[in-house]
């Protein structure tokens, strides 16, 4: 596979087996540093593919190697070309992709290979874990069905009693009760925790020896995240394969890898074990991606710092250093010429590609240095105590029930389920509550009740101090939405994307009867308020990045100067870097504007920087409420408890040692004590 | 078990309400827009008013009668003699149907299997071939079939057909009617009926293996794309084996529900390929029933077709609830 | 708060230059959109023309659809300039040539009431396309309507309408509007087939919407307008029928080929377009019982019903390509990309 006619587009590009030999020298993990040959040897990847567009390049030059026993985390942010190269370690990508340069399985060549020599690696050599457990078995086949299949394809002889006895051995491994029974399920009977630890099953099924996992937790709730990932320890000790694990996430990174590679716009930036990456990143990326995200396991006490601008599209990789528009060292020959991994400290085999290297190396520049000074948190109009405060929205005791229907052919009402249970909370104005849990445990639907200003099925949602049980009639309901607005988690999904943003911003103007004069003026502040440039008033939301997207959602929400703003997982979908600039934002509108946030969210480090107040809901009730400090440090609820410990918190000291703590059935027992035992 | 015959009672239900109500707007509909009257009045010589007030009055057809009292009495025929009403002349409606709806059987299950055999085939012969010259030429065809009118591309081949006749100087194919043997050899007899049954069952086999093909290859190539596919590839599957084994499943379900609906036409009949190739199936009937102001016939027709349609919707949902685990029957 | 700002503005111009650079392997619509804003300038009005040309000019890239759009624009012009470029009318027979094959006098040849049949079908011709046109726009308007209004309501209204539309779904609408157009006669008897098409055309086509509709309204821009107090009625008409609009576009280039077929069918079995009116249909039942004596009758009138549909059926695939990325264009790209580097050894 040639690639010549990319070479010359970026400068020579040789693999620098000189520098990856200092990989060996690493060793501030927990293993130590690694031994022996490695299993795997990745040496100037390339992939491209040929869209409309042109061609995209989404992996240019990667290297690295992996050792049997070792974790090796990818980490970077959507278009950085990780899942990309991921794929290209098994031999998944699609047709139109063109890939270049080396991929060695124990000395074996693997590019270059037919779909027919590749599949004889996949499931026995290199097995692959995927990101959304949901989609990923197949429908029509039972669990025992898939987990057989993968077995008899690399071994054909077994038979029917012993493949039934490695499926049930394989089912209680990755933690799955009663496993004799559960073979004969189905997908879709089982959620989506489960079915990651029947693909994990199905990976380590063969004995691999490299387990490639693109992001197999992005799907999956926080504390179904962590025992996914206790899972995926398991796994790795039971086949003592190597593991790729691909993230966004630095906090799922610091608990499970031993080395760390950062990926941006289709390149590593930075290599380094993972108590180097964190203690020390000296790429100016990696710091401000570290930097950027709020810190769940300490108090808030100054702004977060974002990255600015986006990340760049694979289509159009900057001139220079990918990163250099975004970096706030970059000069002159950043702008440029691209920069190679180089070696940041020889004795470490430390690998940062930088054109700034020295200067970062001799003054020891960290986050604080190269980014912008710190602020401090702006003062949250502190001259009336949060309590003495008016009261903008009370909900008492709010109830929505659910049928529950069977699903399919049959739809009989299987009974009802309580969504919302008596939830009870209320915020003052100017203030902050977050209203935290899991997928299923009522959170958005007690925001959607909220929203649809009807009488609820029980309890009270008071308004301003108007029960909306009173409204008469639809123009009394709009004229209450004035002060209540909304912001959705996807920015994609909540603007039309055939309005020009001065419609969309417009329709709740309109809505709401502006003349048309005060509709122009109030945009054009409106712009200014979220920080975009007002003269983009005709373009179309897919003209904006998505964080700006969310900007734009935002300053609709704000159109009508409401007093109460109900954020539905504002950031989720956003990308690490960008998150920052709109907490940010949300920060400065409330101390602006003095508006009230429900802010409804998962994320616990972004709770704790952003909100005064907690409410914790698990199913359907709210377990435990107060001041956000006060929930944080003294959790007093065992659900709350166990949620504080799933997080992965972003230190590799701090994950390694602590005990994880798992509600089960009302009660919390420790982690460790539900690790899978292999004598079963 | 009783839970789903329960269901399937209460499905069944609701599709006779249906009906009825369908049936019933037809039977407005129908009597709007005919009149039996202009039979008799057209007739030269035009038969006295009295003998052509006392036949409507007879066969119920009396636009003079309010059409509620019209309607009751019919209604009434069907409900307590499940009798379906007389044509104009008084010729029960419920003999000429039955008699009918036998043509239309022998006609279309045969044009049916080869549809769905050759459609779904080609469907899944196309998908593995996306945009290979295979797929683009059979694609092609079959949206050229697709857009031509059926009677255009019947009269083609009927005219082909006598060509070829006319150039081996025998008759090999009958372009009218379904039989035309006399005699009592059972093995002439058949090959007399192949002869006829040859021509319309291209035309129908033409007509919708098209859908079946197209339809299949989308379902194809949409499960194709699916995670599970790539789950599969990943245990060690060959792309082809991964999409034999998974995809190829899965997208059978969609095409197992259209034929259900499909077993349900075999009864209705095609009313242009009948009309065509002479047939006298139920899509003639009923054209013949609109040329002739037979009202009472022509709603007899629309309601068998709505409880076929029926019938297959019912066998749809069970096939779907056959194949596809996700689906429970109880 | 000010300081945020003022670091952010110079921040959102650089991010809508990247953003104005499209991404991934596959566009969507608002990425081409996005390409065409690239092109287009920076104008604010020219951004929509700009959607529309980098549309058409997808189209015009497809040399099938330009034939298809070539071939359809002749079929027009001979519909309407035909009758003035014969000096026979379909409507006067010449009694001096009977069932003649086509020569130099009768192009098309006459039939055996010594009808013109170059007149007859350059007339029938027009009957099909304004038919075919009529229909199509008519029913496109009629489902999108109540097809989005039917997935907008929710609860009960939605269950009412979707029985309703179930209902008049079972009965084969062939058959009820075959009840309907057998009243169609003499010149005007197109338009009450144009009416019976339409009155029963539209409601499978509703229910498909519907479906489309469906996920449309649980998109949260639809929430979002409805949680700021924007009406029903409003929701609608901006937010789900513009979201439709390529389908909507799109099907109706295609519901013309349709309403031809239909047309055909009906005049073929004698109940729509009848004498003295002519059309295409019309002239196949008239021919079809002449088949061996005079041929061209039949033949002549069907092969320009499968050009005129094949010419449709070309540009609407031309315009599903051109409006839907993920369709056949990605594997146009390959072969471009193949194309471009072929000096290079095959991909893996």
């Known amino acids: ?680 | 078990m009783a839970r789903f015959v329960g269901y399937i009672a209460k499905r069944v239900a609701s599709y006779i309400v249906m009906i009825f109500v369908a049936t019933s707007l037809t039977y407005f509909l129908a009597s709007a827009f005919m009149s039996p009257r202009s039979n008799y009045e057209s007739r030269t010589p035009r038969p006295p008013q009295e003998s052509i007030e006392a036949s409507l009055d007879a066969t119920n057809l009396n636009d003079k009668t309010p059409i509620l009292q019209r309607y009751q009495r019919w209604l009434g025929g069907i409900v307590t003699r499940w009798d379906w009403g007389q044509t104009p002349t008084g010729v029960s409606v419920n003999e000429e149907m039955s008699s009918r709806i036998g043509a239309s059987v022998e006609l279309m299950s045969l044009a049916t299997i080869i549809s769905i055999v050759v459609g779904v085939s080609l469907g899944v012969y196309t998908a593995q071939r996306q945009y290979q010259w295979q797929d683009r030429f059979l694609g092609g065809m079959a949206s050229l079939f697709m857009v031509i009118p059926t009677v255009v591309l019947a009269i083609l081949i009927v005219f082909a057909a006598i060509e070829i006749n006319q150039a081996a100087g025998s008759r090999l194919f009958y372009v009218t009617g379904l039989s035309s043997y006399e005699g009592g050899n059972p093995l002439m007899t058949f090959l007399d009926f192949l002869q006829h049954i040859l021509l319309p069952t291209v035309v129908l086999t033409i007509i919708s293996s098209v859908g079946y093909h197209l339809g299949q290859r989308t379902y194809l190539l949409d499960e194709m794309h699916a995670d599970y596919v790539r789950t599969a590839r990943a245990k060690g599957l060959t792309k082809k084996q991964a999409i034999r084994k998974h995809a190829l499943r899965a997208s059978l379900i969609p095409t197992a529900v259209s034929v259900a609906f499909s077993i349900a036409g075999i009864f209705t009949g095609a009313v242009m390929t009948e009309k065509i190739f002479a047939i006298h199936g139920l899509g003639e009937y009923f054209i013949n029933c609109i040329n002739n102001n037979n009202i009472h016939g022509a709603v007899a027709v629309a309601a068998f077709s709505g409880a076929c349609t029926l019938v297959g919707a019912l066998l749809a949902d069970l096939f779907a609830a056959a194949l596809d685990p996700r689906i429970k029957m109880s | 708060m000010s300081d945020e700002i003022r670091q952010d503005a110079p921040q959102a111009e650089g991010d809508a230059r990247q953003a104005g650079d499209g991404e991934g392997r596959q566009l969507t619509n608002a990425e081409l959109e996005l390409l065409a804003d690239k092109m287009g300038g920076s104008g604010g009005e020219v951004k929509r023309i700009g959607y529309l040309s980098l549309i058409g000019r997808r189209f015009v890239r497809q040399r099938s659809a330009m034939v298809g759009l070539v071939i359809l624009v002749l079929l027009v012009l001979m519909a309407i300039f035909g009758p003035h470029v014969t000096p026979f009318t379909y409507t006067d027979p010449d009694f001096t040539s009977l069932n003649v094959p086509p020569n130099a006098t009768h192009w098309f040849g006459t039939d055996g009431g010594g009808f013109d049949l170059f007149a007859c079908v350059v007339h029938g011709l027009g009957r099909s396309l304004v038919i075919g046109v009529i229909y199509s726009v008519l029913t496109t308007v009629i489902a999108a309507v109540v097809g989005t209004s039917i997935a907008y309501v929710r609860g009960v209204p939605e269950k009412i309408g979707m029985w309703f539309l179930d209902m008049l779904l079972i009965i084969p609408s062939f058959l009820l509007v075959a009840m309907v157009v057998r009243a169609a006669s003499g010149t005007q008897g197109w338009v009450t087939l144009i009416v019976g098409l339409t009155a029963f055309g539209w409601i499978g086509y509703a229910r498909t919407l519907r479906t489309m509709a469906l996920s449309l309204r649980e998109r949260d821009y639809v929430r979002a307008a409805k949680y700021m107090g924007v009406s029903p009625f409003k929701t609608i008409v901006r937010h789900l029928i513009p979201n439709l609009g390529s389908i909507l576009i799109l099907d109706t280039v295609l519901g013309v080929i349709g309403g031809i077929n239909s047309e055909t069918a009906y005049s073929f079995l004698g109940l729509g377009i009848k004498a003295p009116d002519t059309s295409l249909g019309y002239l196949l039942s008239q021919g079809s019982s002449a088949m061996l004596s005079a041929p061209w009758i039949v033949l002549i009138p069907s092969a320009v019903l499968i050009v005129l549909c094949v010419s449709m059926q070309l540009i609407g695939d031309g315009l599903r390509d051109a409006i839907d990325p993920y369709s056949r264009a990605a594997g146009s790209v390959e072969d471009e990309a193949e194309q471009e580097e072929a000096p290079e050894p095959a991909g893996n």
């Open chain 1, 1 to 680: 596979m040639a690639e010549k006619a990319n070479d010359s587009t970026r400068g020579t590009w040789v693999p620098q087996d000189d520098v990856i030999r200092y990989e060996l020298l690493e060793g501030n993990g927990p293993k130590g540093a690694p031994q022996g040959d490695p299993i795997m040897s990745v040496r100037n990847l390339k992939v491209s593919f040929a869209t409309e567009a042109g061609r995209v390049d989404a992996v240019r030059g990667v290297n690295f190697d992996l050792w049997r026993g070792r974790t090796l985390g990818i980490v970077g942010e959507s278009g950085s070309g990780k899942s990309v190269t991921a794929l290209s370690l098994i031999g998944l990508l699609d047709d139109n992709a063109k890939v270049g340069g080396s991929v060695k399985f124990d000395g074996e060549e693997l590019v270059g290979k037919s779909d027919e020599q590749m599949a004889a690696f996949r499931g026995k050599s290199i097995s692959m874990i995927f990101q959304d457990p949901l989609s990923a078995l197949t429908p029509m086949f039972t669990i025992g069905e898939q987990l057989e299949e993968t077995l008899l394809i690399h071994n054909p002889q077994m038979g029917k009693q012993e493949l039934r006895a490695r499926c049930v051995e394989l089912l209680r491994m990755v933690g799955i009760t009663n496993p004799e029974e559960r073979l004969d399920a189905y997908p879709h009977e089982f959620s989506g925790g489960m079915r990651q630890r029947v693909v994990i099953a199905i990976a380590i099924a063969n004995d691999p020896d490299v387990i490639i996992a693109d992001e197999p937790t992005t799907a999956l709730d926080v504390t179904i995240q962590a025992q996914i990932l206790d899972v995926l320890a398991v796994a790795q000790r039971e086949t003592g394969a190597a593991v790729v694990l691909i993230t966004h996430d630095l906090g799922v990174i610091a608990g499970t890898a031993d080395d760390v590679l950062v990926m941006y716009a289709g390149r590593a930036v930075e290599r380094a074990s993972i108590d180097t990456i964190f203690d020390q990143p000296s790429q100016p990326y990696t710091m401000g991606l570290l930097g950027a995200v709020p810190k769940p396991h300490v108090a808030a006490e100054h702004r977060l710092v974002p990255i600015k601008g986006n990340p760049p599209s694979l289509a159009a990789i900057p001139k220079g250093c990918p990163f250099s528009p975004r970096c706030p060292m970059a000069s002159g020959k950043c702008f440029e010429v691209e920069p190679v991994l180089e070696p940041f400290d020889a004795a470490e085999g430390h690998l940062v590609s930088c054109h700034k290297l020295a200067e970062i190396r001799e003054r020891h520049l960290s986050f604080q240095e190269v980014y912008p000074e710190l602020e401090p948190l702006p003062a949250k109009w502190a001259e009336v105590p949060r309590d003495q405060r008016p009261v903008v929205l009370e909900v008492k005791d709010l109830v929505k029930t659910f049928p529950i229907q069977g699903k399919g052919l049959i739809r009989r009402d299987r009974g009802t389920m309580c969504a919302v249970d008596h939830v009870s909370f209320k915020i003052h104005e100017g203030e902050t509550l977050a209203l935290v849990g899991e997928s299923g445990s009522g959170k958005s639907t007690t925001l959607m009740q909220i929203m649809d200003l009807v009488r609820p099925e029980h309890g009270s949602i008071e308004v301003l101090g108007r029960d909306i049980a009173t409204l008469r009639n639809n123009r009394e309901r709009r004229e209450l939405r004035r002060d209540l607005q909304v912001i959705f988690q996807d920015p994609m999904s909540s603007l039309d994307p055939r309005m020009p943003i001065y419609d969309v911003l417009a329709e709740p103007l309109r809505a709401q009867r502006w003349s048309a004069k005060d509709i122009n003026s109030r945009i054009g502040e409106l712009m200014h308020l979220v920080g975009i440039n007002p003269d983009y008033v005709d373009r179309f939301p897919s003209q904006f990045s998505g964080g700006q997207r969310q900007r734009i959602a935002i300053a609709r929400a704000l159109a009508t100067r409401p007093k109460i703003l109900l954020l539905d997982e504002p950031i989720a979908s956003l990308d690490v870097s960008i998150q920052a600039g709109i907490i940010n934002l949300l920060e400065d509108l409330q101390v602006q504007l003095k508006i009230s946030y429900l802010f409804v969210a998962h994320d616990l480090a972004v709770i704790r920087h952003i909100s005064d107040s907690v409410a914790v809901m698990h199913l359907g009730k709210i377990v435990e409420q107060g001041d956000t400090e006060e929930v944080f440090t003294n959790p007093q609820d065992p659900y709350t408890k166990a949620l504080l410990s799933a997080i992965p918190i972003p230190d590799p000291k701090v994950e390694r040692s602590r005990e994880r703590l798992v509600y089960q059935d009302g009660k919390l027992v420790s982690s460790s004590s539900l690790l899978p035992t292999l004598e079963g």
